[in-house]
């Protein structure tokens, strides 16, 4: 038997690995921060042997309350992610298995590697619709990617999407690839209409240094780009400060930044509610786009999310929803995916699912289309 992460977006510590039935694992830690809590591996030589994994260190991690009701993940082709028995006893996360073949992979939710990334810009860039270039570098030299998928213009919405500040939440790039197919489908009537009347920048992995080394939530020089919105440096993160400053060349009239909840197991958003000077006609446009997404997706709800004030304010306003949405005084949504499964309409098999994920993208078209009119 042998245990690896030596590859995109993998991590994991072995801690004892010489049988199947008592394997013993530590989640590792961020490359450069303390954060813990993403895991994906391979595990070989194991046909027909009874598994079980002991994640030893689960209650020590960013967020123990992400293992009551979580499942693992499982593939064997690395294209279909299934869940697999999973209990946690307060401590230790234990899984159990019994593979049908020699080897697979084990993960926190079903990977979105830099590789994929790439694929996903190849792809994209060939619509007609779409322009492909490069923000920046990261801190390790990698390449911060925008897509513009239609043309700006004077009467034109100007709407921003990114995902995987947190590079572990990687159901943000599932989502964006949902999106990016219907927006780029020039047979989709919402698509079609939505382009005739806005611009989209979209950037799909904000965060690929952290995706790279299987980070839960911060860059290679330990940054949490959520928390780097007001100040942000070239030296610590890059990725946001030039980001932040194209938003500032090309003004913002909608802003979605997408990213996974470890605990909550509903789909959700978080607005600007808290920011100074938030009125009525940026609670109006908030209410108005979260009842129209209600209506094209029953995997969105608002009865479930964080409470009012879930953020002290200092913190809150260094976050990029606060910051777009107060400087830009914008409809501006964090929205939140769960890792474990939508109770509202579950799926034992799969959980939430980058299936799910891409229908859930798709879906947000509908819900910006009915807000256009006001969005500028
Ligand atoms: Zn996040």
């Not at 994906?40 to 009701?69: C, I, K, Q």
């Not at 949405?325 to 501006?332: E, P």
């Amino acid at each position: 038997m042998r245990i690896t992460s030596h590859f995109d977006s993998g991590s994991i510590e072995v801690v004892k690995a010489d049988k199947p039935s008592d394997i013993q694992l530590k989640i590792r830690k961020d490359s450069h921060s303390d954060f813990l809590q993403w895991f994906y591996f391979r595990v070989s030589g194991v046909e027909s042997e009874a598994l079980t994994m002991h994640f030893l260190n689960a209650s020590e991690t960013s967020y123990p309350d992400g293992w009551p009701d979580y499942q693992v993940v499982a593939s064997y082709d690395r294209q279909e992610w299934f869940r697999i028995p999973t209990s946690f006893d307060g401590k230790v996360l234990t899984a159990k298995f019994t593979p049908q073949y020699n080897d697979l992979y084990f993960a926190y939710f079903a990977p979105y590697t830099v590789e994929r990334h790439l694929d996903l810009i190849a792809w994209a860039q060939l619509s007609p619709l779409c322009q492909l270039s490069r923000v920046c570098q990261t801190v390790e030299g990698r390449d911060v990617d925008l897509l513009q998928v239609g043309e700006p213009g004077a009467d034109k919405a100007v709407i921003w999407i990114t995902a995987r500040q947190h590079p572990g939440e990687s159901m943000g790039e599932w989502f964006i690839e949902g999106l990016l197919e219907r927006l780029l489908d020039e047979d989709d009537p919402v698509s079609r209409s939505l382009l005739n009347k806005s611009v989209f920048y979209i950037v799909p992995n904000i965060n690929p240094d952290g995706v790279f080394h299987g980070n839960l939530r911060t860059n290679a020089a330990g940054a949490n780009l959520n928390r780097e919105w007001q100040n942000p440096t070239q030296e610590k993160s890059p990725e946001v400060f030039y980001v932040r400053e194209l938003m500032h060349k090309t003004g913002v009239d909608a802003y979605l930044d997408v990213h996974g909840d470890e605990a909550i197991p509903y789909n959700f958003v978080a607005g600007c509610d808290e920011i100074p000077g938030y009125d009525a006609k940026h609670k109006h446009i908030q209410d108005s786009f979260k009842a129209f997404w209600q209506e094209f997706s029953p995997d969105f709800q608002v009865k479930h999310g964080y409470p009012v004030a879930h953020h002290q304010i200092d913190e809150y306003m260094t976050m990029a929803t606060s910051y777009i949405g107060s400087t830009f005084k914008c409809l501006a949504y964090t929205i939140e995916m769960p890792f474990k499964d939508n109770f509202n309409l579950p799926d034992p098999e799969y959980g939430w699912s980058p299936e799910r994920c891409k229908r859930f993208g798709a879906s947000v078209l509908g819900a910006l289309l009915k807000v256009l009119p006001e969005l500028k």
